[in-house]
């Protein structure tokens, strides 16, 4: 997701906030894109972290998002960014695991994206 240039050189983590944010958008890009996301949709960032995700989908194509995590403090981080970013009326967000259950009614919401967190979720046991 990275241009030339952008690239970490070597021993480091890094190559700097602007190069790791434009990278980190177009991995969204290009997860997001097959969902045609459009400003009237109600999207769902399963596994939220801090809000990147869904603040930068709420800003770049006008829908509503709901971000779902596990980690109380990471949605507390999550909603000063969406106020911050004066986007707090179209981005919110809701504690649950999301390996194990959405809350949201059936046929409400149009679209569920995952960005780096589902390696994280908790495999069932239906034995």
Excluded: W
Aim: glycine fraction near 12%; hydrophobic fraction near 40%; charge should be negative.
């Amino acid at each position: 997701m990275f241009e030339a240039g952008e690239y970490p050189g070597e021993g480091e983590a890094f190559a700097g906030p602007a190069s790791l944010t434009r990278g980190l958008e177009r991995m969204i890009e290009a997860v997001v894109a097959p969902a045609a996301i459009r400003e009237n949709h109600h999207v769902v960032d399963a596994g939220c972290g801090i809000g990147g995700t869904a603040i930068y989908l709420a800003r770049t194509r006008g829908c509503t998002v709901t971000g779902v995590n596990l980690h109380r403090a990471q949605l507390e981080i999550a909603q000063g960014k969406a106020k911050d970013a004066g986007l707090e009326r179209r981005v919110g967000f809701e504690y649950g695991d999301c390996s194990r259950h959405l809350p949201f009614a059936d046929e409400s919401i149009d679209t569920v994206v995952n960005i780096e967190s589902a390696c994280h979720f908790a495999i069932a046991d239906n034995s």
